[in-house]
């Protein structure tokens, strides 16, 4: 399969809210709570396993836990479209701006958040 | 800016948390759980707005809140590469199961769940 | 119906688990992942309502998102007994270090963060 | 300290909102999305952590997350009091329900979803 540009599957789901006449409940507001539920959903498929099972998904499982984050990605796309903002940029900015929180010499091992260096 | 591939992307990340030592705290668990923080950190932009205050967020919000929604996006390249899922290909089967559960015609206007129809 | 004490109801919830072996799973990080699961599975009885909606659910909804609150609190109990937190003194606590941040006359009608101020 | 019932702590609540002018954004929707923001803030403290490690927090890092919990418990409190929920009441349904979707017989030391059974 072609890999097709954000740009692009972007304008797919606009076309499918389109059709069903749900742009209506797109607003910014329920997107981000539509991204957080599907990101819930995702994480459940990790509730009960320690760290080294969830390396180790069984097959069906793993495909399960696939398409919800397909769902994280899809409600992220839509969220960053209905905002105006450009995911790429915005995320190639965010890395910038964590490699400087982050300085590899600092941080190397250490899970801490960055206020506690 | 040239849009690089997801792949691209991903491989940044990876080398980011290669030099930091960090591939040891991104267990496909962890991932899904720092996904679903930074999704409630998207959120909290949107908390106490109502629908239409959340289209037009002012200039310094809109910019927190995309980088909020580009630490999702980040969380979601990783964790599609630990699991091995290939993250284009899967939206599109998504897209395709959701067209299926979701005929226009069926829904159109509707914010009901597939199972209630 | 009698309100029991929330020990009672704890240690109720605390014979459940150990009758079911699944104190094995009850670890304070799982704990907080399935109570954050359950929150968002409360959320989405509310997603693509407005606000105006989402007081006045059905009757059926209603009752299913009652259902959903009473599973967070499950699980906030259960995770404050393996914490060893007392929810009620804690509480207290927490409301007392609001009512500082949040002085009523400052913050009148406004939904702005503390930090905002 | 003596032990208040929950309808105290929850007219409490409704006073310190009250005196704020906030019972205007406390709609359910917008408290069931303060609610899961929460229970996320209570999760970062567990994000990278191991089971065990999860279960020894230092003190310092307990005592903020018993702070998270406490918020969690609040939100909790104050979306079934605006939903019109007796918790305690939902609480024993909701247990009784679990009870026989889980009987310990078959489910002993299996974290599987009932469904899967």
Redo the contacts between chains.
């Keep these: 399969?072609q890999?097709?540009?954000?740009a692009v599957?972007q304008a797919?789901?606009k076309a499918?809210a389109v059709?069903?006449?749900?742009e209506?409940?797109h607003?910014?507001?329920?997107l981000?709570?539509?991204?957080?539920?599907e990101?819930?959903?995702?994480?459940?498929?990790?509730?009960?396993?320690?760290?080294?099972q969830?390396?180790n998904?069984p097959e069906e499982k793993?495909r399960q836990?696939?398409?919800e984050?397909?769902?994280?990605?899809?409600y992220?796309l839509r969220?960053?479209e209905?905002?105006?903002?450009d995911?790429?940029?915005?995320?190639?900015?965010?890395?910038a701006?964590?490699?400087e929180k982050?300085p590899?010499d600092k941080?190397?091992?250490s899970?801490k958040k960055y206020t506690e260096y």
């Design positions: 399969m890999e097709d540009s954000i599957i797919k789901l499918f059709e069903r006449d749900w209506q409940f607003s910014p507001k329920n981000a709570m539509a991204l957080s539920i990101a819930a959903e995702l994480m459940e498929h990790f509730m009960w396993l320690d760290l080294t969830s390396e998904l793993r836990a696939a398409h984050l397909a769902d994280v990605f899809i992220t969220l960053a209905r905002m105006g903002v995911l790429i940029q915005t995320t190639y900015e965010k890395m701006i964590n490699a982050y590899a941080v190397r091992g899970a």
